[in-house]
């Protein structure tokens, strides 16, 4: 199946934590005016509930994810160590 690039560059949140090079979790990419679910793989594991950037579409809904933080949003910044902030 070819890749979907429409999803490549969208941000999403992970409802089933990724298990690096040991298998994938699922990701809700909000895409085409909705959110859509598919397999997300990463070289490193990540967490359930972490906000991930599509990287690439592997084609048949699957797709590589890495950790986001959105630079201007302004609620990630709330999730700083309190003690780097100077």
């Not at 070819?2 to 992970?14: F, M, N, Q, R, S």
């Not at 005016?33 to 793989?41: R, S």
């Not at 048949?60 to 709330?78: M, N």
């Given at each position: 199946?070819?890749?979907?690039e429409?999803?490549?560059?969208?941000?999403?949140?992970?409802?089933?934590?990724?298990?690096?090079?040991?298998?994938?979790?699922?990701?809700?990419?909000?895409?085409?005016?909705?959110?859509?679910?598919?397999?997300?793989?990463?070289?490193?594991?990540?967490?359930?509930?972490?906000?991930?950037?599509?990287?690439?579409?592997?084609?048949?809904?699957?797709?590589?994810?890495?950790?986001?933080?959105d630079?201007?949003?302004?609620?990630?910044?709330?999730?700083?160590?309190?003690?780097?902030?100077?």
């Amino acid at each position: 199946m070819a890749p979907d690039e429409a999803v490549i560059g969208c941000t999403g949140k992970l409802v089933l934590a990724t298990r690096g090079t040991a298998g994938p979790g699922e990701a809700l990419v909000q895409v085409r005016g909705g959110w859509e679910a598919f397999l997300a793989w990463s070289d490193e594991p990540i967490p359930y509930g972490v906000t991930v950037l599509v990287i690439d579409s592997r084609g048949a809904r699957q797709v590589d994810v890495i950790k986001w933080t959105d630079p201007v949003d302004p609620l990630d910044a709330l999730t700083l160590d309190p003690g780097d902030a100077d």
